[in-house]
């Protein structure tokens, strides 16, 4: 991740990082007794089981097992696309886990529906060794980048203080309960002065139809800067991995050096 050292203890971030953590296996005998319990025989030439599984779903809607088209997988997913039949591709699965992006870019991550997120607890975990996103607007601008580091020391100094009067404070109450008890509540107290650049991680579970719509939405110039820079990282984690899903967007350069995302499949 991109990072630049400031005068204190802190480390600012400036891209995210997006880890594949999971993406679906075929049961192959169970599918091969389903094909064999209705006479035919068929087998995706696509390794990748997020692709054979939402070709499998395709073809059972018209029962095209036993004379599938020329192409493969490929052109079998490429036709999906072209005519939009969006619901088949809710059948691949892929789980991702996001770090290095702010608080902003995940309040806005978890409107999108269709996808399971499990983030990162301020109230259980100690954010006295912080990191912050700094949008690249301020970071490109040294005066604003020096105001922008001065009120994150500040707000960070407040938090550690907090944090820490907080603890001693409940340590010192026999009502306030168990060690644990009393970590969680300075922390989930002190955690009100910090501010949305603070760095979070978030375990993303979504299907491909729910991935392509973030895709169009966050890769768009329209979209916030930082959540269009992960939805670019998200295309290149996950479009080598499964190109028949993913590989028919293309980055189009803008005018400030950084990159949108297109395709000539939108909203499928």
């Not at 025989?41 to 939402?54: C, H, I, K, N």
């Not at 949305?196 to 768009?220: D, Q, Y």
Request: charged share 20%; proline share 5%; hydrophobic share 40%.
């Amino acid at each position: 991740m991109g990072e630049q050292q400031p005068r204190s203890e802190l480390r600012i971030l400036t891209q995210p990082a997006v880890y594949l953590v999971g993406t679906q296996t075929v049961h192959q005998a169970e599918l091969d007794r389903f094909l064999a319990d209705h006479g035919v025989t068929w087998q995706s030439d696509s390794s990748v089981g997020g692709e054979v599984l939402t070709e499998t779903a395709g073809r059972l809607c018209y029962l095209s097992y036993a004379k599938p088209r020329p192409g493969g997988n490929a052109a079998y997913l490429g036709h999906i696309l072209e005519v939009g039949h969006g619901s088949v591709l809710e059948h691949a699965v892929f789980n991702l886990i996001i770090t290095g992006v702010s608080r902003s870019l995940t309040h806005e991550l978890v409107r999108h529906r269709h996808m399971s997120y499990s983030q990162l607890s301020q109230r259980y975990v100690d954010e006295s060794v912080a990191e912050y996103v700094e949008p690249d607007i301020i970071a490109s601008d040294p005066a604003l980048h020096a105001v922008w580091v001065a009120a994150i020391e500040a707000a960070h100094r407040a938090y550690v203080t907090l944090a820490e009067h907080l603890a001693d404070k409940l340590a010192a109450d026999p009502g306030a309960g168990t060690a644990t008890e009393r970590r969680k509540a300075a922390r989930q107290a002190a955690r009100s002065v910090l501010p949305n650049a603070t760095e979070t991680k978030i375990f993303v579970t979504a299907n491909a139809r729910a991935l392509r719509h973030f895709l169009e939405l966050r890769g768009s110039r329209h979209a916030e800067p930082e959540i269009r820079k992960l939805a670019v990282a998200i295309l290149d984690t996950l479009a080598p991995v499964a190109p028949h899903l993913f590989g028919d967007y293309r980055k189009v350069p803008l005018p400030d050096g950084s990159v949108e995302l297109h395709t000539d499949y939108r909203k499928v």
